[in-house]
């Protein structure tokens, strides 16, 4: 009698595990027919293929079963992946459906979302997003689920609206993504339905509130159960610049530049990118930022050369201002473009280590030598939770040398007393320089986050000794212990009007002299009341207390100065989010208070309107005033783009920025048009104005046509 009870306990074990390994697992079918990628899915593959429907709520109604039917198909051949998407719906017209653009704000829309984990570690992935226009965007997957959104990789898709709902194909090229060298691949996957217009999201895994789509260690299993190939490919991507430059002073000059990217798969998981008189030409402007403060500002890296694979580059010594590597270092000095002779990159994995090598040449440019800026990354994981790693860069030129090596190690689990996630890193970092001393000169950081739906909190610890000297990096403080808590709670109400409340007891950020051990600065913000709304708004209010010894005083302007001291003060504000699936969509900051021995006022505001698929226009305006005796400094800030799409691959927009303090207007008008996905044609106009009391003057104008084809050589 035992021992039938013990088989049959064994038996339902075994039957309990087969049942739950086939809801998670996805066995693609192989196919020979060719898919038209149009949107329709009338091909017979896609009626032989499994199809899943089993999506389940994060939000609102956490675990119960999606209120629109969804199901999605697998297919793949020797080259690509294809994925038929049939998103059902009650309601069709209320679909939403803003953006056609490469790109679109995809949390306005209602949208699905694919994550590829290939390597199956956890860690590093893919995410691609598309709307019912058939529109993309698209992102690189790092640790603890951070992506990279201004990647652009080379994918399609195509999406039809019917009275049933809307339903689309999408076609990934194997060549475009990394993945192990193995007959069988078994890769981690997930994907989510955003029904935005019942501000519901629906997952296949992992729904639990302490998780989301981009959180890899929750999703399932794809298995190719035949070799796939695609990696084997050179690709290849000429561009050829041609324009003119008109200023004031009748400088004129005629712009005219060629050179390319070249992508080459060594082996199946190792690549290497080559880059030739490299292309700087912004076709879109960066923001004009007004810096109140005495650190540098930083701005996001648009070149594609920097942007492929970056994930393995991460390094943070600390969140604001502590990375080991800031590619904007290369090319860029003092907002000027330095020409860029060649450079190379080989990212690349061996088993379950990671490798990422970067070397570029950059020209003389007026009093700086010719410069060879290289990094090296290494990265080994331990099992799904656990990755150690290294980071050496160095700058070297005639004259100098600087070098930086790191080390770091990373673990996370979402498997912490049950389901919870938790974080614990570490960092070590040390540099050299020909012409500095090298005493006191290491950096070391410690962390420990909980970062959970109903509590978040998290506790760093960072020291960065004064002669730290980070050259192709992005440290703003050196000199400093920095300590920073935060702890933040949600709790949930869902009663059809309040979803959850928002408190934030303390964040506090924390910096102390290495040196003398002297408090520097300190900063603690306290959200005594938040509430998110089921409609999908939010609002909070928020207490802000400050201190900030100044050894040397800084000025933001002429005759606005503030000096050595200490300082002490306090400022309010008040934070309104309206929803984003609205045709007008809002957001709204108000902060007053003092600014060192100023008072201070913040204004900003950001409206966008959608009146149809093709056009959408969005506007901000910001204040930034303060005021301290009889000084006033005043900065106005105004911008606004108009975006109108013919089609996702066609599409034009028109940006704007004023600003008092540059005393400038800025436009931007750009046309893209994608003739086939990887190729690019741009036709760009940039204009700047500044003024001459009390007259606007044209000061520069400058009209650019670029053309990016991409060639693929098996």
């Known amino acids: 009698m035992i021992k039938k009870i013990l088989y049959l306990t064994i038996i339902c074990i075994f039957a309990h595990t087969l049942y739950s390994n086939s809801n998670n697992i996805i066995i693609p079918l192989k196919i020979k027919e060719k898919i038209k990628l149009d949107g329709i899915l009338n091909e017979k593959v896609w009626g032989s293929a499994d199809k899943i429907s089993s999506f389940t709520q994060r939000e609102p109604k956490n675990g119960e079963p999606s209120t629109e039917r969804t199901e999605i198909a697998f297919c793949y051949d020797d080259e690509k992946l294809y994925i038929g998407v049939w ?118 895994q992992g729904w639990n509130l302490n998780s989301n789509v981009t959180n890899l260690q929750n ?43 070249a992508n080459m798969s060594i082996a199946q998981n190792l690549k290497l990118s080559l880059t030739v008189n490299t292309d700087f030409a912004q076709v879109e402007s960066d923001e004009l930022k007004v810096n109140l403060t005495r650190f540098s500002m930083y701005f996001p890296e648009k070149r594609d050369f920097f942007l492929e694979s970056n994930n393995i580059f991460d390094f943070n010594l600390a969140e604001e201002g502590g990375s080991l590597f800031y590619s904007r270092r290369i090319g860029i000095i003092n907002n000027q473009l330095v020409p860029i002779v060649a450079g190379a990159k080989l990212i690349g994995r061996i088993d379950n280590t990671a490798y990422g090598i970067i070397s ?39 004259s100098r040398k600087n070098f930086v090596y790191g080390a770091d190690l990373n673990f996370t689990t979402n498997e912490f007393m049950g389901d919870k996630n938790l974080i614990i890193a570490g960092r070590f970092a040390q540099t050299n320089t020909s012409d500095k001393n090298n005493n006191h000169n290491n950096a070391i950081s410690l962390g420990l986050v909980y970062p959970n739906n109903f509590i978040e909190t998290g506790l760093i610890y960072t020291q960065i000794q004064n002669n730290f000297n980070a050259e192709l990096g992005f440290v703003n403080r050196t000199n400093i212990k920095n300590l920073s808590y935060n702890l933040e709670l949600r709790p949930r109400l869902n009663n059809g009007i309040v979803k959850n409340f928002y408190f934030q007891p303390i964040s506090l950020n924390s910096y102390w002299t290495d040196e003398t051990n002297q408090l520097e600065s300190m900063s603690l913000r306290i959200v005594p009341f938040g509430i998110s709304f089921s409609s999908g708004d939010f609002i909070s209010i928020n207490i802000n207390r400050k201190y900030d010894r100044l050894d040397q005083g800084f000025s933001i302007t002429d005759g606005f100065d503030f000096g050595p001291g200490m300082y002490w003060f306090n400022n309010y504000s008040i934070e309104i989010n309206t929803y984003g699936g609205r045709p007008l969509t809002s957001w709204l900051w108000a902060q007053f208070g003092k600014y060192y021995d100023a008072d201070y006022l913040n204004l900003h505001g950001f409206w966008a309107y959608n009146f149809n698929a093709n056009l959408n226009v969005n506007a901000s305006y910001s204040l930034n005033k303060l005021t301290k005796n009889s000084n006033e400094f005043v900065d106005h800030k105004i911008t606004t783009r108009i975006d109108y799409s013919f089609n996702p691959k066609l599409g034009s927009s028109l940006y704007a920025q004023y600003s008092d303090y540059y005393d400038e207007i800025l436009i931007n008008f750009r046309i893209n048009w994608i003739p086939i996905v990887g190729s690019d044609l741009y036709f760009v106009v940039n204009q700047s104005f500044s003024r001459t009391n009390p007259k606007w003057t044209l000061e520069n104008t400058t009209i650019i046509s670029k053309f990016i084809w991409r060639f693929q050589v098996i």
């Open 219 to 261: 999703a399932g299993k794809i298995i190719f159960n035949e070799k796939i190939s695609g990696n084997s490919i050179l690709d290849i991507k000429p561009y050829g610049l041609i324009g003119g430059e008109h200023n004031r002073d009748n400088n004129n000059r005629i712009l005219h530049k060629i050179g390319g990217d």
């Open 87 to 204: 998103c059902y719906d009650q309601n069709p017209t209320q679909i939403i459906r803003k953006g056609m653009r490469r790109d679109f704000e995809n949390w306005r829309d209602d949208t699905f979302s694919l994550v590829l984990d290939p390597y199956n570690d956890k860690t590093s992935g893919y995410v691609f997003i598309i709307n019912s226009n058939g529109a993309r965007r698209d992102g690189i997957l790092s640790k603890f689920g951070n992506g990279n959104y201004n990647w652009n990789g080379i994918w399609d898709t195509e999406a039809k609206l019917t009275n049933e709902g809307w339903f689309a194909e999408i076609e990934i090229p194997f060549s475009t993504l990394n993945f192990p060298e193995k007959e069988i691949q078994e890769w981690g996957i997930n994907f989510k339905r955003d029904i935005r217009h019942k501000v519901e999201e629906v997952l296949w």
């Open 360 to 398: 570029i040449q950059t020209d003389k440019f007026e009093e700086n030598p010719s410069t060879n800026s290289s990094v090296l990354r290494l990265e080994q994981s331990i099992g799904e939770k656990l990755k150690i790693g290294g980071m050496f860069t160095s700058l070297i030129n005639q």
